[in-house]
């Protein structure tokens, strides 16, 4: 998945990087803030506004009421989601099993008796058996170049194929296990690095290296072609699998945090309303009304959960519409399929 997004840097750390706390923190203070050009720009009329008192308290009184629906949508969406996970013991030995024959076979696949426990560890060494392959496989094909169906002259041949799949993995490879060198364990920096290896990529360029060039491999070559292709399976299996337990995770993360943000401001809202309506709050400093000061801290904390909802959804959604694909399809556009087209 290549995490490159609109907006840039700005962009890149609310939509992937940034904690998303810090990007509700963020985004409160950027909804308050946006209040004082109003107060400012066009002082009479918003006077005017806030002179009608009812006109605030019916905003507010309006999203305190999404407030309270929004909640309750959540938590019930959350509800449902924690009883999908209640099921009887044969099928979470199912579950088990299935999770252990997995790891068996990607043993296999990376020469270890225990593969690692840790997620990071884990597509480490998956990348790095891939690297290992293609290296196996260049290293064949080198001791095929004096075979005479081979024409080294000739561009996009056999040798030139493999030694630009073998750059393009070495280089990929290297930039993916640093990014998981650096990651913490559980974190979305993990995630972030495995959705940017890109297996499609290589797996389409064995498959067309096998189409071009099949009659000329000899079967060991042609059985690192399966190995390649079955190592970079597992890494798309193993990194859709993080990827679930990740989504699984935010979703709670979610859950938990609208839900300590949404008291609070159900309070915070309904003491605003009954403010407003007494008329508690009069005058102004530096030009700018002391109502529209309270109004739009009570606005800004009324829209506090759908920020922290917003926050968290454009995460995920990002994360989902960059992983559509699930085989050796490429519907990111990045120029990786020319760069490997040898």
Do not use: C
Not at 42 to 69: C, E, K, M, Q
Not at 227 to 252: D, G, H, I, N, T
């Amino acid at each position: 998945m290549n995490t490159d997004v609109p907006g840039g840097r700005v962009g890149r750390w609310l939509l992937v990087t940034g904690s998303r706390r810090h990007v509700i923190l963020a985004l409160v203070l950027a909804v308050y803030v946006a209040m004082f050009p109003l107060g400012i720009i066009a002082p009479d009329g918003v006077n005017a506004l806030l002179t009608d008192r009812s006109s605030v308290a019916a905003l507010l009184n309006t999203l305190l009421s999404g407030v309270i629906l929004l909640v309750s949508v959540v938590v019930s969406v959350a509800s449902l989601f924690v009883s999908q996970e209640l099921s009887p013991v044969g099928r979470q030995q199912e579950r088990v099993d299935s999770t252990r024959e997995f790891r068996r076979q990607t043993e296999d696949i990376i020469d270890r008796q225990v593969s690692p426990a840790e997620p990071a560890a884990f597509l480490r060494a998956i990348t790095r058996a891939v690297l290992q392959r293609a290296q196996e496989l260049d290293d064949e094909v080198a001791e095929m170049r004096t075979h005479p169906g081979i024409d080294e002259a000739t561009p996009g041949d056999l040798d030139a194929e493999v030694d630009a799949y073998l750059g393009h993995v070495a280089a990929n490879t290297e930039r993916v296990n640093r990014a998981l060198d650096s990651a913490e364990y559980g974190t979305f920096e993990m995630l972030r690095a495995a959705l940017e290896y890109d297996y499609a990529e290589q797996l389409f360029a064995l498959r067309r290296l096998r189409s071009r060039h099949g009659a000329q491999l000899t079967d060991a070559a042609s059985d690192t072609v399966d190995e390649l292709e079955e190592a970079l399976q597992f890494f798309l299996a193993a990194r859709e699998y993080f990827k679930s337990l990740y989504l699984e995770r935010e979703f709670s993360n979610l859950t938990s945090d609208l839900l300590y943000v949404s008291l609070p401001a159900i309070i915070v809202v309904s003491y605003a309303v009954l403010a407003v309506d007494l008329q508690f709050i009069d005058g102004a400093v530096f030009g700018i009304s002391y109502v529209l000061l309270f109004a739009g801290a009570a606005y800004t904390v009324a829209l506090a959960p759908f920020i922290v909802l917003t926050a968290y959804v454009l995460r995920v959604a990002t994360v989902s519409r960059r992983t559509l694909s699930a085989g050796p399809f490429i519907l990111d556009g990045n120029g990786e399929r020319d760069r490997l087209d040898g």
